[in-house]
């Protein structure tokens, strides 16, 4: 079973379209991160999320930690084809020990 | 994953040889971790290494598998006698002290 799990596996939505991917756990976390994998490369951070109710924005990216620090949420505005790629959650209950979530696939069709 | 430098990008290796994966991390990071990654699953923790020290081998399996940071050079991981359960992305990151970790682009093992 996955500490993490993420939501939907896959996404598939048209340019301009809004798009939210979800992460959630029964653990409270410290903190969280949301990477981001494009095919045959490493994951690439994005952000990390560290307080309670804390939403970040990253140009067309908002993500939002949940008040008991167990979830968290990707918000991308207005998609474009080069937000196309695997998001990944990930968090460390027990300081360095990374859990990733299985991913979401993101499609951005033109 | 600006830094952190693994190497092979891809390995092929037939089963029972043994296969080399080499990470080095970024600058000024002192932190080693290896992750595995199977198809259709997440990253999946194996091993946390400081120089010279295993701190934490956990994820990785008993046998056949073997980690190492030495004080000059790349940090290993080393799979013994491979098969084709091991064919994997296996991806090296690297951070300052208890800092965030950040990846490098991976080795793709595929055991034929």
Redesign the interface.
């Known amino acids: 079973t996955?500490l993490l799990e993420q939501s939907p596996q896959f996404l598939s939505i048209q340019e301009g379209e809004n798009l939210t991917v979800y992460c959630n756990s029964s653990s409270v976390f410290s903190s969280l991160?949301w990477?981001r994998q494009e095919p045959?490369?490493?994951?690439?951070?994005l952000v990390?999320v560290v307080t309670g109710g804390e939403v970040k924005k990253l140009k067309r990216l908002t993500f939002q930690f949940g008040d008991a620090r167990k979830d968290s949420s990707l918000h991308i505005t207005a998609a474009q084809p080069g937000d196309t790629g695997l998001y990944?959650c990930?968090g460390a209950p027990n300081?360095?020990?990374?859990?990733?979530?299985?991913?979401t696939t993101v499609t951005v069709r033109a | 994953n600006a830094g952190v430098m693994q190497n092979p990008r891809h390995l092929v290796r037939r089963r029972g040889q043994e296969a080399r994966l080499r990470c080095s991390p970024m600058k000024g990071h002192s932190h080693v971790y290896w992750y595995r990654q199977l198809p259709e699953e997440g990253l999946k923790f194996m091993v946390y290494l400081q120089k010279e020290n295993i701190i934490d081998e956990s994820g990785m399996p008993k046998e056949r598998f073997s980690a190492e940071f030495p004080k000059e050079g790349p940090s290993i991981l080393r799979i013994q006698q491979v098969v084709r359960g091991d064919s994997a992305a296996y991806f090296c990151a690297s951070s300052p002290q208890d800092g965030i970790q950040y990846f490098g682009a991976g080795t793709r093992l595929s055991v034929l």
């Open positions: 996955q991160q990477y045959g490369e490493g994951p690439v951070l990390t990944l990930a300081d360095y020990k990374l859990s990733f979530g299985a991913g």
